[in-house]
């Protein structure tokens, strides 16, 4: 095993149990070019490739999944324990949605916007430990005032094969078929809902988060994702 695997292995551990002195023991350091006291620097966020504006309606990404920074971060977000990245992600979506927010201030005059993560089921979460979309939002909620997390609005009925595994749009529309529910569709019905992935390919995942959210009585619906 190599000395930078043993280190990330060990920095994944103690990131599982002490939030509070990890930032003394392995300082934070940019994901691009080693920079110490930040996950992401100004010089290497900007040169992430921004991503192509996704072909699906009300739909919105940030960064290009293509690029090897944006990539990895959301790898180690997802796959490595490294839930600090949570932030890097959610500062990657913020102007994007504040320019969203005050479009719609402007032409709906209703409740603050919910912020709804794209879930994990139960048991995929717990193993996980995490759903790193969740932690998005709440790193979001935290950055925008004008908005309310809605983590567990949305909930995952049941284990789906992965998207990685489910080759074209259609067969990924299949395979999430009735897959996401609301639980409280009181609280849904007539609001702006903002959906938020970490990322998105074929909108699959985002069209039937979609379609439950407007069952549920949602007005109107926007999917925002950090990569496409
Ligand atoms: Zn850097």
């Not at 998105?200 to 619906?221: H, S």
């Given at each position: ?5 043993v ?6 551990i ?12 392995f ?33 919105y990404a ?11 971060i ?23 949605l ?26 995929k979460?717990?193993e996980r430990?995490y ?8 790193a979001?909620?935290?950055?925008l ?22 080759k ?12 996401f ?27 039937e988060?979609?379609?439950a ?16």
């Amino acid at each position: 095993m190599k000395v930078a695997d043993v280190y990330e292995k060990s920095v994944d551990i103690t990131r599982r149990t002490s939030n509070i002195c990890i930032e003394a023991l392995f300082p934070s350091r940019c994901i691009g070019c080693g920079m110490l006291g930040t996950h992401l620097c100004p010089t290497c966020l900007s040169r992430v490739e921004s991503a192509d504006i996704p072909p699906f309606p009300d739909t919105y990404a940030v960064w290009s999944y293509r690029d090897t920074l944006a990539h990895t971060i959301l790898w180690k977000l997802k796959y490595r324990s490294q839930t600090a990245l949570a932030d890097v992600a959610a500062k990657a979506l913020t102007d994007i949605l504040t320019e969203i927010i005050a479009d719609i201030t402007l032409m709906e005059s209703t409740a603050k916007p919910l912020l709804v993560p794209i879930p994990l089921f139960s048991a995929k979460e717990k193993e996980r430990g995490y759903n790193q979309s969740a932690l998005i939002v709440q790193a979001l909620a935290q950055r925008l005032d004008s908005t309310e997390n809605g983590n567990g609005i949305l909930i995952k009925t049941h284990e789906t094969q992965s998207q990685m595994a489910t080759k074209t749009r259609k067969t990924r529309l299949e395979n999430l078929r009735g897959a996401f529910a609301v639980s409280n569709p009181a609280h849904v019905t007539g609001r702006v809902v903002i959906v938020i992935d970490d990322v998105t390919t074929t909108g699959a995942t985002f069209a039937e988060a979609r379609r439950a959210l407007k069952d549920a009585g949602a007005k109107k619906i926007i999917c925002c994702a950090v990569a496409h």
